[in-house]
C-alpha cells in the first residue's frame, strides 16, 4: 500500500535549523526560525507561565474532558485580548484552538463548507504555512499585491486595485500586526481604507493575528482587526497564544467568527464546533489553562504585560542598533527600513548566492528568501553581523 509514497522533502526552514545544529562552527548564528530569542540566545519561559504553571499543577482538580470549544473562560480572556471589550457578543463565537495553525485551518474549513467557490487571496509575500493549510481544507488561493521589494514598503494602491476586483464572497486574509515575513504592516489609515472597501466590494476579511504585542503595543496592534469589527458585519479571525505568551509548543489559539446576527452566529458556532471535533476532537488543555490563570489574575496579567512589553523592546532595539550598525558599515542607507518595520521579520534583500556565502563562510543561517528573525540576534553579534553582510554585499 505504502510502496510508492515518495520519499518526504523537508520543509526549508526545518532543513535550515539542521544545518544549524550540525554545524560545528563557535559564534553560528541562527536567524531562521521564527521564534523569539533572549539576550542569551534561548526562548525562555516566561516568569508568569512558571507562577501558573505552579498554581495549575497544586489547584488543578480534573483533567477530564473540556468539549470541542475548549475552555469557555480561556475564550473569552483570549478574544478579549484581540476583539476589546465593546461589542455585541451575541454576534460573536469563539472556539479554542490548538495554536493559530488550527484556529486558521478551522476557519478555511469553515469556509469551504458553507462557500466551497470561495477563494482566499493571500499578500505577497505571505508566511509558507497559508497556501498548503488552504489547499488541505479544499480551497484555491489567489494573491494579492501588498510588499515591493523596492521601497520595502507597502504599494498601497496596487493592493487596494486588487481589493476592488476580488469576487464578493471571497475571502481576503489579512496579517494583523507584524506582517510575516516582511514587517511591513498597514498604517491607520490604510486599515481604514481595507474596511471601507471590504464593505464596498463586499469580502470577507479573515484575520491572522499571531504577533499581537509584538508591534507597537497589545491593543495598538489590534487597531486594524477593531476597525474592521466596527465597520463589518462579518469577520473571521485567527489568534495565536503561542508568541506573546512564549508557550510555541503547548499549543493555543483561538477561532473567532463575527455573524450578522444572534441566529447566525448559533447555527456557526455549531459548525466550528463540529469542525473542532472532525480536525483533533478537541484542543489540549495546558497552554490555554495557563493563559487563562495569568488572564484571570490582576497581579499575573499585570506582570505577563510587562514580560511582553520586554520581549517587544528588545526586537525594537534590536532593530534600531542593527539599522544603524549597518548603515555604518556599509556607509549606506540601504538597510535603514529594518528600523521602521515591526515585529521579529523583516526582508533583508540580499540574493540567493549572498546568503548562501553567509552560512557558508560566517556561519550565519537565513531562510532563502531572506527572511531573518531579529530576535535571533543577540545585541553582541551585531557588529558581527553587519561586518558580514558588508562583505558578501561588497
Ligand atoms: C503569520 C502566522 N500566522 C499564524 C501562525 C501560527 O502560530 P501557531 O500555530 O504556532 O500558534 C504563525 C506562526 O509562525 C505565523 O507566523
Redesign the pocket.
Known sequence: MFDKVPSPKAPKILQLLQDFSNDPRQGKIDLGI?VYKDETGITPVLETVKAAEKILVSEQKTKAYIGLAGDPIFCDLASNLVLGDKLDLKRVNVIQT???????RVLYDLVFDVSPQSKIWLPTP??D??PPTIKASGLEFRYYRYFDPSSQAINFEQTIEDFKNVRPGDVVLL?GC???PTGVNFSKSQWDMVAQVALEVGFLPLV????QGFGDGLDEDAYGVRKLIDHLPELLI?S????NFAI?RD???VAITLSKNEKVSKALGGRLRNLAGTNYSMPPDHGAAVVRTILSNKTLKLQWLSELKEMRERVHKIRENLSVELRNQTNSTRFDFLAEQSGMFSLIGLSGSEIRRLKDEKAIYIVDDGRINLAGLRSADITRFAVAVREVIS
Not at 240 to 243: A, D, E, T
Open positions: 521564527g490548538p495554536g493559530g495553525s488550527s484556529a486558521l505571505t508566511w504555512n497559508h496579517h507584524c506582517h510575516n491572522d493575528i499571531a504577533y485567527a495565536s497564544s503561542s508568541k510555541y499549543r493555543a489559539g
